[in-house]
C-alpha cells in the first residue's frame, strides 16, 4: 500500500519562493509518473505539476515559468519549487500519481498572503 506525506508548506508573501516535498513510501515511485495537485478554496483540486517515470516534465499555464518539479528516485522524494508565488497560488497542495490512483494524503498548506 502506498501512502504519501507532504510537507513544506507554510506562509508567504507575494513574491517569495517555498519547497514542497512529497515522501512516498512502497517500490512503487520509480515506475510511475507523478503530479502535484492544488485545491484552491472552494474550488476543485487540479493538477499544476507533473513529472513522468522518465523525468519528462509539464505544467499548468497558471504556474509555468515559476515552479519547478523533480524527484529523487533514491528518496523516493517528490519535489515542487515555487517561485514568485502570487496569492491564487493559495491551497492545499498534495501529490499523487498521474492518474491519481493512490489514496490522497493530508496535503500541505500554502497560503500567500501580504
Known amino acids: 500500500q502506498v501512502q504519501i506525506v507532504e510537507s513544506g508548506g507554510g506562509l508567504a508573501q507575494p513574491g517569495e519562493s517555498l519547497r514542497l516535498s512529497c515522501d512516498v513510501s512502497g517500490n512503487i515511485f520509480t515506475l510511475v509518473d507523478m503530479g502535484w495537485y492544488r485545491q484552491a478554496p472552494g474550488k476543485r483540486r487540479e493538477l499544476v505539476a507533473d513529472i513522468s517515470f522518465k523525468n519528462n516534465v509539464h505544467y499548468s499555464d497558471s504556474v509555468k515559468g515559476r515552479f519547478s518539479i523533480w524527484r529523487d528516485s533514491v528518496k523516493n522524494t517528490l519535489y515542487l519549487q515555487m517561485n514568485s508565488l502570487q496569492p491564487r497560488d493559495t491551497g492545499l497542495y498534495y501529490c499523487?500519481?498521474?492518474?491519481?490512483?493512490?489514496?490522497w494524503g493530508e496535503g500541505t498548506q500554502v497560503t500567500v498572503s501580504s
Open positions: 499523487n500519481g498521474v492518474p491519481s490512483d493512490w489514496s
